[in-house]
């Protein structure tokens, strides 16, 4: 008489304790290889996660160069006015305006408004109301820009020169 081997006995062969609703074991090589997998699948979900989050190229937008302004009321006759975070000084006389860049024609710093006229702080050349260079190193006159009226405002346009002299009535 032939008897079954035990449950657990050390003849009984492993694939038979298993039960048929048990996963089949994944053999060693096949588990390597899926490691492998996942190794390389997750180095580049984390590479394309860290490349998405590097910095971006810092390109600000800039200030149109055509902007409106409201001249001050009590703005004296000749005087400069210079409208915050531009570079042109506006001048109202006689019922006209016109603007004058504040960028020196040397090296392009931006020159200050003085009783006289402009001085730049860069190399020392100085310019009149007009715009006219008084004092080397500048090579030429300060330039005009185009100015035109809209109702009570002035729209100035940066980019825009116009001939010296040339004044807009308000
Ligand atoms: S940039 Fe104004 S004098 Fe040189």
């Known amino acids: ?58 390109v600000l937008s800039s200030p149109s160069r055509k902007f409106k302004v409201t001249l001050p009321e009590a703005l004296p006759a000749g005087e400069a006015f210079v409208p915050p975070g531009r570079s042109v000084a ?34 020392g050349s100085g310019f009149a109301k007009d715009g006219s260079v008084t004092r080397g190193p500048a090579p030429t006159a300060l330039k005009w820009v185009k100015v035109s009226a809209a109702g009570g405002d002035v729209i100035v346009d940066e980019g825009e020169s116009v001939p010296l002299g040339t004044k807009v009535s308000v």
């Open 90 to 123: 506006l001048f109202k006389e006689a019922g006209e305006v016109w603007a004058v860049s504040t960028v020196c024609t040397h090296l392009g710093c931006i020159v200050k408004s003085s009783a006289t006229g402009f001085d730049c702080p860069c190399h």
């Open 1 to 58: 008489m032939t008897t079954a081997p035990e449950h657990g006995s050390p003849e009984t062969p492993a694939s038979a304790l298993r039960s048929r609703l048990d996963p089949e074991p994944v053999p060693r090589r096949d588990f390597l290889g899926l490691a492998a997998l996942w190794a390389s699948a997750s180095t580049v979900l984390f590479a394309t996660l860290g490349i998405a989050r590097l910095p971006k190229a810092a």
